[in-house]
């Protein structure tokens, strides 16, 4: 395989490629069909789950000479996909976070594109930027000239002004479900001549805790050193997480009460050196998805975006031996457990403390 990095290599070329953003996406659609894109915007989400690519999508449509946009076939298209992005201006608020970083962009702001009709600033990691430097960017907000438009990014909404967030047009980028991510990893796989197995995949789209990029990164890194196909079994070597079967096999014992068996999957877990905070992520999700199966059928979409088919089967067997206050109680116990794991002096101790209280 290439050596380019897989989330750099498929950054997505037009809108349909995005994924789990619809309401973002129909919204800045249809504000460039209509000629009605908004001189500021303010992208706001967890990391790697979007926001820099909606924001060259929106960049690359702009500047589009072709009808539908972004064409990637016109001229302009082409340049921006090879990576020389004229009319786009990326800054980095990490690193350019001053007023005098902010007093150039405004002179810059000022001049006219040489060629396109559209220059695109996307401050990245907005919320880093100074007081002063949000209040030289306050007054070109106010009057921004017809040509320029302005994207903030943020994975801290609560830190940027009241005074900015008034001025642009705010979207919540969320964390795609684990099906979504599944679903695109398993395409990214197959352009790389991959076979990708469904269970193999959910598994990446797990380890990557809702970021895209993340899970596109460990995707990369398998994909490596794999040949033809990629199983299950080389994901949880490759992560180093324990076999599914395992975490079934505890789930199964604590729903019957079996803590003798539940403590000894621990140890036997956490001694081939597996990560205690994964294990406790997947029983959390197991137990919190008995919960909305345990409450009614219609929120089975929300549980089919999690699980996999097998998985549900196995919850679903399980259902009758516990009633909903016992599993609204074990929810209530994985949550208080989650909240020791950073401090615990021994790292498996809450791990242990809950598998015993769930088994009561
Ligand atoms: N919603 C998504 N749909 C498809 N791919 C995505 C999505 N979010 C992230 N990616 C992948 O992850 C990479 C990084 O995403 P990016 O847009 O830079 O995330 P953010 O700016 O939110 O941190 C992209 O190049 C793409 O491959
Ligand atoms: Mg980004
Ligand atoms: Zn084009």
Not at 86 to 95: M, R, Y
Not at 279 to 300: D, G, V
Request: overall charge neutral.
């Amino acid at each position: 395989m290439a050596h380019q990095v897989l989330y750099r290599k498929y950054r997505p070329r037009s809108f349909e490629e995005v994924v789990g953003q619809e309401r973002v996406v129909r919204a800045v659609t249809n504000a460039i069909k209509m000629g009605k894109v908004a001189h500021a915007y303010l992208f706001s989400g967890p990391r790697g789950v979007g926001k820099t690519t909606v924001a060259r999508l929106i960049a690359k449509s702009l500047n589009c000479e072709g009808t539908t946009k972004p064409c990637n076939l016109c001229a302009f298209c082409v340049e921006f996909n090879s990576g020389s992005s004229f009319n786009l201006i990326e800054i980095d608020a990490a690193s350019n976070r001053g007023i005098d970083e902010v007093r150039e962009l405004r002179e810059h702001v000022r001049v006219t594109p040489a060629r396109g009709s559209y220059k695109i600033y996307v401050i990245d990691e907005a919320h880093q930027l100074t007081e002063a430097a949000f209040n030289a960017l306050l007054k070109t907000l106010e009057e921004p000239p017809q040509h320029a438009v302005f994207i903030l990014a943020t994975t801290e909404l609560e830190k940027i002004p009241q005074t900015i967030v008034s001025r642009t047009q705010q979207f919540d980028f969320r964390r795609p479900t684990i099906d979504e991510i599944t679903g695109r990893l398993i395409r990214l796989a197959s352009s790389e001549q991959l076979s990708l197995e469904r269970d193999a995949a959910h598994l990446i789209a797990f380890a990557g805790e809702g970021s895209m990029r993340d899970a596109e990164s460990v995707l990369g890194k398998i994909a490596a050193i794999a040949e033809k196909t990629i199983n299950q079994k080389m994901v949880e070597d490759a992560l180093g997480v324990p076999p599914r079967s395992a975490l079934r096999d505890m789930f199964e014992a604590i729903v019957k009460k079996d803590s003798a068996h539940a403590l000894s999957l621990v140890e036997e877990l956490h001694s081939a050196g597996h990560d205690i905070h994964f294990i406790f992520r997947f029983l959390t999700m197991y137990f919190r998805n008995a919960l909305l199966l345990k409450s009614s059928s219609a929120l089975l979409p929300f549980v089919q975006a999690e699980l996999l088919p097998q998985e549900i089967e196995f919850i679903q067997n399980a259902l009758p031996e516990m009633s909903m206050q016992d599993i609204q109680k074990k929810n209530s116990i994985l949550l208080a457990a989650s909240r020791q794991m950073s401090f615990a002096p021994v790292p498996q101790l809450p791990l242990e403390l809950a598998v015993v209280e769930l088994c009561q």
